[in-house]
Protein backbone atom coordinates (compact mmCIF):
# COMPACT_ATOMS: atom_id res chain seq x y z
CA UNK A 1 0.00 0.00 0.00
CA UNK A 2 1.29 3.42 -1.11
CA UNK A 3 0.61 6.91 0.95
CA UNK A 4 1.20 9.89 -1.11
CA UNK A 5 2.72 12.64 1.47
CA UNK A 6 3.52 16.44 1.17
CA UNK A 7 6.62 17.52 3.00
CA UNK A 8 7.87 21.40 2.63
CA UNK A 9 5.97 21.43 -1.14
CA UNK A 10 7.18 18.04 -2.17
CA UNK A 11 5.30 15.47 -3.06
CA UNK A 12 6.23 11.98 -2.40
CA UNK A 13 5.09 8.60 -2.06
CA UNK A 14 5.33 6.07 0.54
CA UNK A 15 5.04 2.56 0.73
CA UNK A 16 5.59 -0.75 3.18
CA UNK A 17 5.42 1.42 6.00
CA UNK A 18 4.39 -1.74 8.29
CA UNK A 19 7.76 -3.64 6.46
CA UNK A 20 9.46 -4.90 9.84
CA UNK A 21 13.38 -3.21 9.63
CA UNK A 22 14.71 -4.81 13.06
CA UNK A 23 12.65 -7.89 13.82
CA UNK A 24 13.93 -8.16 17.46
CA UNK A 25 11.78 -5.02 18.30
CA UNK A 26 9.38 -5.17 15.74
CA UNK A 27 10.68 -2.00 14.44
CA UNK A 28 9.46 -0.28 11.09
CA UNK A 29 10.08 1.33 8.06
CA UNK A 30 7.67 3.83 9.49
CA UNK A 31 9.19 4.07 12.42
CA UNK A 32 12.53 4.32 10.71
CA UNK A 33 10.71 7.58 8.49
CA UNK A 34 9.52 9.07 11.53
CA UNK A 35 12.88 9.03 13.21
CA UNK A 36 14.77 10.30 10.85
CA UNK A 37 11.96 13.34 10.25
CA UNK A 38 12.49 14.25 13.70
CA UNK A 39 16.20 14.15 14.24
CA UNK A 40 16.67 16.23 11.21
CA UNK A 41 17.22 19.62 12.81
CA UNK A 42 20.50 18.24 13.55
CA UNK A 43 21.24 15.67 10.99
CA UNK A 44 20.92 18.23 8.44
CA UNK A 45 22.92 20.59 8.58
CA UNK A 46 26.11 17.83 8.32
CA UNK A 47 25.08 16.25 5.38
CA UNK A 48 23.52 19.32 3.47
CA UNK A 49 25.28 19.48 -0.20
CA UNK A 50 27.49 16.50 1.44
CA UNK A 51 27.33 13.56 -1.70
CA UNK A 52 25.55 10.69 0.24
CA UNK A 53 26.42 6.61 -0.19
CA UNK A 54 22.99 5.35 1.15
CA UNK A 55 23.26 2.15 2.88
CA UNK A 56 20.11 0.03 2.50
CA UNK A 57 18.68 -3.01 4.25
CA UNK A 58 15.27 -3.39 1.91
CA UNK A 59 14.80 -6.52 3.71
CA UNK A 60 15.77 -5.24 7.42
CA UNK A 61 18.72 -5.99 9.15
CA UNK A 62 18.93 -9.84 9.13
CA UNK A 63 18.34 -9.24 5.47
CA UNK A 64 20.56 -8.55 2.32
CA UNK A 65 22.16 -4.83 1.91
CA UNK A 66 24.20 -2.93 0.40
CA UNK A 67 25.82 0.35 0.12
CA UNK A 68 24.86 2.28 -2.76
CA UNK A 69 26.46 5.14 -3.99
CA UNK A 70 25.10 5.73 -7.33
CA UNK A 71 21.80 7.23 -6.36
CA UNK A 72 18.91 4.84 -6.82
CA UNK A 73 15.57 6.63 -8.70
CA UNK A 74 14.01 9.43 -7.24
CA UNK A 75 12.07 11.89 -7.37
CA UNK A 76 13.40 15.19 -9.47
CA UNK A 77 13.52 17.39 -6.90
CA UNK A 78 16.20 15.31 -4.93
CA UNK A 79 20.09 16.58 -5.93
CA UNK A 80 22.32 14.59 -7.56
CA UNK A 81 26.28 15.53 -8.18
CA UNK A 82 28.46 13.79 -10.75
CA UNK A 83 31.28 12.00 -9.17
CA UNK A 84 34.19 10.42 -10.50
CA UNK A 85 36.23 8.15 -8.37
CA UNK A 86 39.85 9.10 -8.50
CA UNK A 87 41.19 6.01 -9.21
CA UNK A 88 38.95 3.96 -11.04
CA UNK A 89 37.68 6.55 -13.49
CA UNK A 90 33.73 5.93 -12.89
CA UNK A 91 31.66 8.59 -13.48
CA UNK A 92 27.98 7.81 -11.93
CA UNK A 93 25.74 10.14 -10.27
CA UNK A 94 25.62 10.80 -6.27
CA UNK A 95 21.97 11.55 -4.34
CA UNK A 96 22.67 14.73 -2.13
CA UNK A 97 20.38 15.20 1.24
CA UNK A 98 20.10 18.86 1.64
CA UNK A 99 16.53 19.17 2.85
CA UNK A 100 13.57 16.75 4.79
CA UNK A 101 12.14 15.75 2.12
CA UNK A 102 15.18 14.49 0.35
CA UNK A 103 15.81 12.76 3.93
CA UNK A 104 12.47 10.93 4.21
CA UNK A 105 12.95 9.78 0.43
CA UNK A 106 16.42 8.18 1.64
CA UNK A 107 14.47 6.93 4.75
CA UNK A 108 11.70 5.48 2.25
CA UNK A 109 14.05 3.31 0.32
CA UNK A 110 15.60 1.93 3.58
CA UNK A 111 18.15 3.84 4.39
CA UNK A 112 19.09 2.96 7.26
CA UNK A 113 22.71 4.42 7.77
CA UNK A 114 23.72 7.83 5.56
CA UNK A 115 27.36 8.02 4.88
CA UNK A 116 28.05 11.41 3.77
CA UNK A 117 31.57 12.26 1.71
CA UNK A 118 33.87 14.75 3.34
CA UNK A 119 33.88 17.17 -0.04
CA UNK A 120 30.88 19.29 -0.96
CA UNK A 121 28.93 20.03 -4.47
CA UNK A 122 31.21 22.68 -6.37
CA UNK A 123 33.82 21.27 -4.01
CA UNK A 124 34.22 18.02 -4.26
CA UNK A 125 38.51 18.07 -4.20
CA UNK A 126 37.64 19.82 -0.77
CA UNK A 127 37.15 17.99 2.40
CA UNK A 128 35.50 19.68 5.35
CA UNK A 129 37.11 18.04 8.06
CA UNK A 130 39.83 15.46 8.81
CA UNK A 131 38.72 12.34 10.46
CA UNK A 132 40.24 10.14 12.73
CA UNK A 133 38.20 7.17 12.86
CA UNK A 134 39.44 5.02 15.85
CA UNK A 135 38.78 1.18 15.81
CA UNK A 136 39.47 -0.91 18.51
CA UNK A 137 40.97 -4.20 17.45
CA UNK A 138 39.35 -7.02 20.40
CA UNK A 139 39.99 -7.30 23.01
CA UNK A 140 40.88 -3.60 22.82
CA UNK A 141 37.19 -1.46 22.94
CA UNK A 142 35.76 2.05 22.81
CA UNK A 143 37.74 2.91 26.67
CA UNK A 144 40.90 2.40 24.95
CA UNK A 145 39.31 4.41 21.99
CA UNK A 146 38.83 7.17 24.18
CA UNK A 147 42.01 7.08 25.68
CA UNK A 148 43.49 7.37 22.52
CA UNK A 149 40.74 10.35 21.32
CA UNK A 150 42.21 12.20 24.56
CA UNK A 151 45.36 12.12 23.04
CA UNK A 152 44.88 13.47 19.76
CA UNK A 153 43.20 16.08 21.48
CA UNK A 154 46.22 16.89 23.15
CA UNK A 155 47.82 16.89 20.21
CA UNK A 156 45.62 19.28 18.22
CA UNK A 157 45.38 21.49 21.07
CA UNK A 158 49.67 21.75 20.67
CA UNK A 159 48.82 22.65 17.23
CA UNK A 160 45.94 25.15 18.01
CA UNK A 161 43.40 22.99 16.22
CA UNK A 162 39.71 21.80 18.06
CA UNK A 163 38.38 18.58 17.79
CA UNK A 164 34.92 17.08 18.30
CA UNK A 165 33.98 13.50 18.81
CA UNK A 166 30.88 11.21 18.38
CA UNK A 167 30.60 7.11 18.22
CA UNK A 168 30.61 4.88 15.00
CA UNK A 169 27.63 3.24 16.22
CA UNK A 170 29.62 0.33 16.65
CA UNK A 171 32.72 -0.21 18.88
CA UNK A 172 34.55 2.90 18.09
CA UNK A 173 34.70 6.55 18.05
CA UNK A 174 35.26 9.58 15.34
CA UNK A 175 37.36 12.81 15.89
CA UNK A 176 36.86 15.39 13.44
CA UNK A 177 38.96 18.35 12.84
CA UNK A 178 36.89 21.02 11.26
CA UNK A 179 38.57 22.88 8.26
CA UNK A 180 36.06 24.09 5.71
CA UNK A 181 39.00 26.08 3.89
CA UNK A 182 41.00 25.29 1.27
CA UNK A 183 42.42 22.55 1.84
CA UNK A 184 43.00 19.34 -0.51
CA UNK A 185 42.64 16.07 0.58
CA UNK A 186 46.33 15.20 -0.07
CA UNK A 187 47.02 17.87 2.56
CA UNK A 188 44.12 16.62 4.97
CA UNK A 189 45.23 12.75 4.48
CA UNK A 190 49.01 13.27 5.24
CA UNK A 191 48.24 15.32 8.77
CA UNK A 192 45.47 12.52 9.73
CA UNK A 193 48.99 9.94 8.97
CA UNK A 194 51.36 12.17 10.65
CA UNK A 195 49.25 12.25 13.51
CA UNK A 196 48.66 8.37 13.58
CA UNK A 197 52.16 7.80 13.67
CA UNK A 198 52.76 9.84 16.07
CA UNK A 199 50.40 8.09 18.35
CA UNK A 200 51.65 4.54 17.33
CA UNK A 201 55.25 6.08 17.93
CA UNK A 202 53.90 6.80 21.42
CA UNK A 203 52.05 3.99 22.10
CA UNK A 204 53.15 1.01 19.69
CA UNK A 205 51.40 -1.56 22.39
CA UNK A 206 48.06 0.55 22.24
CA UNK A 207 48.17 2.26 18.58
CA UNK A 208 48.83 0.98 15.45
CA UNK A 209 48.26 3.04 12.16
CA UNK A 210 49.09 0.33 9.89
CA UNK A 211 45.90 -1.27 7.63
CA UNK A 212 46.96 -4.81 8.11
CA UNK A 213 44.13 -6.95 10.01
CA UNK A 214 47.03 -8.93 11.56
CA UNK A 215 48.30 -5.74 13.54
CA UNK A 216 45.11 -4.53 15.21
CA UNK A 217 44.25 -7.48 17.96
CA UNK A 218 44.53 -5.96 21.16
CA UNK A 219 45.21 -2.25 20.08
CA UNK A 220 43.40 0.85 18.45
CA UNK A 221 43.71 1.40 14.17
CA UNK A 222 43.59 4.80 13.97
CA UNK A 223 42.11 5.15 10.34
CA UNK A 224 43.95 7.97 8.61
CA UNK A 225 42.72 6.74 5.03
CA UNK A 226 39.24 7.66 5.95
CA UNK A 227 40.86 10.95 4.74
CA UNK A 228 39.92 10.42 0.86
CA UNK A 229 37.75 11.97 -1.63
CA UNK A 230 36.42 8.40 -2.78
CA UNK A 231 35.75 7.42 0.77
CA UNK A 232 32.46 8.23 3.13
CA UNK A 233 32.12 8.17 6.78
CA UNK A 234 28.71 7.52 8.46
CA UNK A 235 26.74 10.53 9.28
CA UNK A 236 26.05 12.25 13.09
CA UNK A 237 23.18 11.07 14.31
CA UNK A 238 22.85 8.18 11.46
CA UNK A 239 21.63 4.75 12.73
CA UNK A 240 23.23 1.78 11.97
CA UNK A 241 22.11 -1.73 10.93
CA UNK A 242 22.16 -3.46 14.11
CA UNK A 243 19.76 -5.72 15.80
CA UNK A 244 18.62 -2.49 17.75
CA UNK A 245 19.02 1.05 16.51
CA UNK A 246 22.18 2.06 17.20
CA UNK A 247 23.05 5.97 16.55
CA UNK A 248 26.49 7.31 15.49
CA UNK A 249 26.54 9.86 18.37
CA UNK A 250 27.93 12.96 18.65
CA UNK A 251 29.53 13.49 22.72
CA UNK A 252 31.40 15.51 24.85
CA UNK A 253 34.94 15.47 25.99
CA UNK A 254 33.88 14.67 29.17
CA UNK A 255 31.45 12.09 28.46
CA UNK A 256 34.96 10.86 26.25
CA UNK A 257 36.95 11.43 29.92
CA UNK A 258 34.65 9.73 32.11
CA UNK A 259 34.79 6.80 30.14
CA UNK A 260 38.44 6.47 29.60
CA UNK A 261 38.80 6.88 33.74
CA UNK A 262 36.14 4.53 34.77
CA UNK A 263 36.96 1.90 32.13
CA UNK A 264 33.35 1.43 31.52
CA UNK A 265 32.05 1.35 27.84
CA UNK A 266 27.91 1.28 28.34
CA UNK A 267 28.05 5.48 28.68
CA UNK A 268 29.03 5.29 24.75
CA UNK A 269 26.19 3.17 23.64
CA UNK A 270 23.06 5.21 22.13
CA UNK A 271 19.77 3.85 20.50
CA UNK A 272 17.43 6.31 18.85
CA UNK A 273 15.58 7.09 21.96
CA UNK A 274 18.65 8.37 23.57
CA UNK A 275 19.32 10.39 19.54
CA UNK A 276 16.22 11.87 20.02
CA UNK A 277 16.47 12.76 23.87
CA UNK A 278 20.11 14.47 23.68
CA UNK A 279 19.03 16.54 19.89
CA UNK A 280 16.57 18.11 21.91
CA UNK A 281 19.08 19.60 24.40
CA UNK A 282 21.49 20.75 21.40
CA UNK A 283 23.57 19.69 18.94
CA UNK A 284 27.45 19.58 20.60
CA UNK A 285 28.71 18.71 17.37
CA UNK A 286 27.49 21.92 15.36
CA UNK A 287 30.90 23.81 15.44
CA UNK A 288 32.12 20.64 13.24
CA UNK A 289 29.76 22.11 10.03
CA UNK A 290 30.83 26.22 10.48
CA UNK A 291 34.18 26.36 12.00
CA UNK A 292 37.18 26.98 10.06
CA UNK A 293 40.48 26.10 10.93
CA UNK A 294 44.06 25.98 8.98
CA UNK A 295 46.13 22.84 9.24
CA UNK A 296 49.97 23.13 10.29
CA UNK A 297 52.36 23.00 7.52
CA UNK A 298 53.99 19.58 6.78
CA UNK A 299 57.10 20.89 9.27
CA UNK A 300 54.96 21.96 11.34
CA UNK A 301 53.08 18.93 11.57
CA UNK A 302 53.43 15.73 14.37
Same mark, same amino acid.
Given at each position: ?7 ? *? =? ?37 ? *???? !? ?47 ? %? /? ?6 ? @? ?35 ? &????? =? ?6 ? /?? *? ?12 ? &? ?30 ? %? ?15 ? +??? *? ?17 ? %? ?9 ? &? ?8 ? !?????? @? /??? @? ?9 ? @? ?9 ? +??
Amino acid at each position: MRRQVEIE *G =RALSLSNLDKVLWPRLGLTKGWLIEYYTRVAPVLLPHVR *GHPM !TLHRYPDGVDGMHWFETRAPPHPRWVETVTFEMARSGKVFEVAVLNDLP %S /LVWAAQMA @AIELHPYLGTVGALDRPSTVVFDLDPGSPASVVDCCR &VALRI =RALLGELD /LR *GWAKTSGWSGLHVY &VPVNGSARFDETKAFARAVARRLEQENPDLVT %SQMARAKRPGKVFVDWS +QND *GGKSTVAPYSLRGWEVPTV %SMPVTWGEIEA &VASSGDPSPL !TFVADD @A /LGR @AEAGDVFAPVA @AVTQRLPTPAH +QP
